[in-house]
């Protein structure tokens, strides 16, 4: 029988029968339902929307024509059915298609004082040109510089990443002009902040020395533009239907808010948390850093004015949506080594950290879509309040 997360009913299946499922489609050892269990005996554990252990399973997922069940942590059960709604929906035209438009991370060494580097004879010369001088300095000892980032992590670099290139940058502060030299690393299946940070302070001695001035700050940078997911769906409009609101009425009431959320920032920053409700849930369960990544996406939506993290629009007869942001996710190191983490890496059977980047940004398009077409139609308050009355009562 073939694997498929779109299993009628999922919601309503007993406890036993959802694991059961999971188990075979994830192929879980004894070890992995024993850690379930553990999960299920704890005092304040409900069976409530697909609740399995420390998750709730998101079903109906099929990205780039593979099938997931998709682990998520959090209170809300009302953003994991809305999930699977609408990964119904674009399921039946196609799924949701996602790449990764590049994957390397950025490390920022902050240089200050530059202008010191200006030798005898030469004191009128003015701070700009010195600068100028000292980028043409540390580009000319690029090769060597990046030479010493990788020696600093050969298990990385063995495997095929390591660090690329650097990027010089000038910037005017309150307390000055700094200089910013950007080393930019491909991190594959790290996050890679260990590893950046670490580089950044091998290099630190020669760039110094070439510079003259000093150092302070050492660090990746959580703006990950460099390390871009995109994800396209489509879902056709008569069947956004809801309740007695037709599919246009509900694909006008999409773009009404959609348009909103692209020139309002009081908007905006509202219709991105709604994506964020299931990028964090995701990124939540898999041990990875939701505040680096929460960072990195609001960064992002605002890297010329405030804006939607996702683009939506009619074209001949489907509701067309896509997400693009960072996505600074690991499948390796960290906390993803948790026991907890394994599972649900294990029940989502990803391979590496780019797919796992291309579901957890199909999730958020997914609840992007969900909450505006609760919004556009009888409003978002009837199924999720009781979704969440449900939840209150089942805890007494």
Not at 10 to 33: G, M, Q, R, W
Not at 34 to 58: H, Q, V
Request: glycine residues 8%; contains cysteine.
């Amino acid at each position: 029988m073939a694997l498929t997360s779109a299993v009628q009913g999922f919601a309503k299946l007993s406890l036993e029968e959802k694991i059961n499922i999971l188990s075979e489609f994830s192929d879980l050892n004894e070890d992995d339902l024993n850690l379930l269990k553990k999960y299920r005996e704890l005092p304040d554990f409900l069976e409530l929307e697909n609740n399995i252990g420390p998750f709730k399973i998101a079903t109906n997922f099929l990205v780039n024509g593979k099938d997931y069940f998709v682990p998520m942590e959090l209170e809300e059960p009302s953003v994991v059915a809305a999930a699977s709604r609408i990964a119904k929906l674009v399921r039946a035209e196609g799924g949701f298609k996602g790449e990764y438009l590049d994957s390397k991370m950025i490390g920022q060494l902050q240089l200050l004082d530059v202008k010191n580097i200006c030798s005898e004879g030469t004191m009128h010369r003015s701070e700009d040109e010195c600068i100028e001088e000292v980028k043409e300095k540390l580009l000319e000892k690029k090769e060597e510089i990046l030479k010493i980032a990788n020696e600093s992590n050969k298990i990385i670099f063995e495997l095929g990443g390591g660090a690329r290139d650097i990027e010089l940058r000038e910037i005017e502060t309150e307390r000055g002009k700094n200089l910013v030299l950007h080393l930019i690393v491909d991190t594959l299946d790290a996050m890679g902040a260990n590893v950046i940070n670490t580089m950044l302070e091998a290099i630190t001695p020669i760039v110094t020395d070439i510079t003259g001035g000093r150092y302070c700050l050492r660090i990746i940078s959580n703006f990950a533009d460099k390390r871009i997911v995109s994800v396209t769906a489509k879902i056709k409009v008569e069947n956004l239907a809801i309740g007695n609101y037709s599919g246009e009425k509900v694909a006008n009431g999409i773009l009404d808010a959609y348009a909103l959320a692209k020139t309002d920032i009081y908007r905006a920053s509202t219709h991105n948390k709604g994506c964020m409700n299931g990028i964090g849930a995701v990124v939540l369960a898999t041990g990875n850093d939701w505040r680096a990544i929460e960072a990195g996406v609001h960064s992002y939506a605002a890297r010329t004015k405030y804006t939607s993290i996702t683009e939506l629009s009619v074209e001949n007869g489907f509701l067309v949506g896509k997400i693009e942001i960072p996505m600074a996710i690991a499948s390796i190191g960290g906390a993803t080594n948790s026991k907890k983490a394994r599972l649900a890496m294990k029940i989502l059977r990803v391979k590496n950290a780019k797919e796992l980047g291309v579901v957890v940004a199909s999730v958020g398009l997914a609840n992007n879509l969900g909450a505006l077409s609760a919004l556009g139609s009888e409003g978002i308050q009837k199924g999720h309040m009781r979704m969440h009355e449900e939840f209150i009562k089942l805890g007494k």
